[in-house]
């Protein structure tokens, strides 16, 4: 019967629960209904993994097995209420026990009762039922902290039932109001009736029974059983004793039609208004979008850089695929790429006054006679603001020798790396059956791999690895490793047009390619090809060079790149300009 909290009214002075653990709020509304679906599908994860997804209405067209929440209760006020929140996270977890606990398949072992019976006596007998289910459910986790959430929804939904049940005669909704009250410990009741106490006593007994059933360590499946026999049972005590009862509400909570599970909220819709109110198109895709920045389907991200109505996308995710890497680190190389990063990336000038030696700081003056610290000295910092990311090719024809050497590559670049301000980020990439993964290989110190499979989606993977890169850093460069062409998803073009817009200085190294002219087509000036991998090393340390020594300017090695199709040599290069800078 937790089925609605649009009449909830925010009251300040009321404690919320929620105020202790959400943090990650937000002002726009796209952005702040995104936050708290995430809350609320962690509340719901933790109960159990058979629960279903919980999303707002609208959001998909498979809603079967989900739960789906009214956005139209928290809409309007951002960030939303705390009230609201707690009002939300208790109707999610009645949702999801009843899931947890199989209530569905309660529901279909009475199906056969419900064939027998008139229309009246289904409609009294599944109102037992869906108020036994919601007793039973909501006591399993009475002692946690979910129980006070649902303590506080449940007293709010026993409030707006009363205020529908009819004042007159005797009413089959009254009599399993007042059960569920008793149950629920609500002392709101009024003076009972004396038709009231016959079957009272029986529906009381029953919630006992469920009770103590709460409590068994026995299978779920005999459980459930267990339970329908008790409704069996004490229908037939009670039946005769409300046949002269009147019935408000004559909806039902059950349909035996496939596909129809009318015991769900959701199917129910407001009562007061008929109908739910319904994400629009836009703002449904706007949540998705902030939802995809954080879960493993990534689709979403790429649709809205290209356009949704793109056909060439397909479907793409992050999969951190844990084998541990063994490669072999070259320290020689370790060490060049350190000291390159230190030696021409920017100064940062920091000043340290108050030192017994150095210059002397006409501000200290007065600490002479003191204790001698009136001096200062300025230090030239390296400021290694740069974002390096790896984004290595993992197709089916990168397998043996290549994946070794790859490896072997990152590994010494992660080693030089690690530590050092620099931040780097390493992805692979490969395909498989229809999807392009996309798999970290750097976790803080680790390095992991994958087995290469596939087809090349070389556009989707460098417009999913731009995506990720932090906006907080100035000098952007992303580093492609690839032996072919893409034939797979978006054309690389739109990866390309998306780092050009960014400031990200895209540079692909088309390793043993047997078709760079189509790589030249296809990647214009920001491809450069070595014959064979083992030149891998050689050619990446010397394009690192290359992108410091500029300043990651990306006009600059871009022409570079134009001028000098065949070469990554920087001898030259890097002796002028240490001249110049000396």
């Known amino acids: 019967m937790i089925t609605q909290v649009r009449e909830a009214e925010h009251v300040s002075e009321r404690p919320t629960l929620s105020d202790f653990w959400r943090k990650n709020v937000a002002y726009q509304e796209a952005a702040e209904l995104a936050c708290v679906l995430k809350a609320l599908r962690k509340v719901a994860g933790n109960i159990g993994e058979n629960v279903g997804l919980v999303e707002y209405a609208g959001m998909s067209d498979q809603s079967s097995g989900n739960i789906i929440l009214d956005p139209g209760t928290i809409m309007g006020a951002y960030p939303v209420p705390p009230d609201k929140i707690d009002a939300l996270v ?52 009475d002692s946690s902290i979910l129980g006070a959430y649902l ?35 609500y002392t709101g009741c009024s003076t009972l009736r004396d038709a009231y106490r016959t079957p009272l006593r029986v529906l009381d007994e029953l919630s006992e029974d469920l009770l103590l059933l709460s409590c068994r360590s026995s299978g779920m499946t005999d459980r459930c059983t267990i339970r329908a026999d008790l409704y069996r049972a004490s229908w037939g005590e009670i039946e005769g004793m409300i046949r002269s009862f009147e019935m408000v509400d004559k909806r039902l909570y059950w349909s035996a039609s496939p596909g129809k599970d009318l015991s769900c909220p959701q199917a129910q819709g407001n009562p007061e208004k008929g109908h739910k109110a319904i994400l629009s198109q836009d703002l449904a895709r706007s949540i998705n979008i902030q939802l995809a920045a954080t879960s493993a389907d990534i689709t979403l991200l ?98 043996g020798n290549k994946w070794r050497m790859v490896e072997n590559t990152i590994a010494t670049i992660h080693k030089a790396l690690l530590n050092c301000g620099v931040y780097f980020k390493a992805w692979a990439y490969f395909e498989i059956d229809g999807v392009c993964m996309l798999s970290s290989l750097v976790k803080g110190s680790r390095l ?33 490793i690839t032996d072919g062409q893409c034939n797979y998803g978006l054309d690389v073009q739109y990866g390309i047009e998306h780092c050009l817009k960014n400031n990200i200085v895209l540079i692909t190294l088309g390793c043993g390619c047997n078709q760079q002219e189509e790589m030249s087509r296809q990647y214009g000036t920001t491809v450069q090809f070595i014959r064979r991998f083992s030149q891998l090393p050689d050619a990446i340390e010397n394009l690192f060079k290359w992108t410091v020594v500029y300043r990651g300017n990306e006009r600059r090695i871009r022409r570079c790149l134009a001028d000098n199709p065949q070469s990554l040599g920087m001898n030259r290069i890097l002796r002028g300009t240490a001249h110049a800078r000396a």
């Open 448 to 480: 992991f791999s994958v087995p290469p499979c596939g087809q090349t989606a070389s556009g989707q993977a460098i417009l999913a690895a731009s995506l990720f890169m932090p906006r907080d850093r100035k000098k952007k460069v992303l580093v492609h």
């Open 302 to 399: 790429i649709h809205s850089v290209v356009g949704h109505d793109c056909a060439d996308v397909v479907p793409i995710s992050r999969w951190d695929y844990h084998i541990p890497a063994h490669p072999v680190v070259d320290r020689r190389m370790v060490n060049r790429l350190r000291s390159l990063f230190y030696s021409y990336s920017d100064r940062t000038v920091h000043v340290n006054r108050g030192i017994a030696s150095g210059r002397l700081d006409k501000r200290r003056l007065y600490r002479a006679p003191l204790d001698g610290n009136c001096f200062f000295q300025r230090e030239q910092v390296p400021s290694l603001d740069w974002n390096v990311t790896l984004l290595v090719d993992a197709s089916g024809s990168m397998r």
């Open 90 to 141: 208790g109707l999610v977890t009645h949702e999801a026990l009843h899931r947890k606990h199989w209530s569905a398949y309660v529901w279909k072992l009475l199906e056969r009762e419900f064939s027998g019976m008139s229309r009246r006596s289904v409609i009294g007998f599944q109102k037992m039922i869906h108020t036994g289910e919601d007793i039973y459910v909501d006591s399993t986790v």
């Open 151 to 185: 303590k506080k929804v449940r007293s709010h939904a026993l409030e707006v039932e009363a205020r529908r049940l009819p004042d007159g005669d005797t009413c089959v909704d009254t009599l399993f109001w007042l059960w569920w009250a008793a149950a629920s410990g």
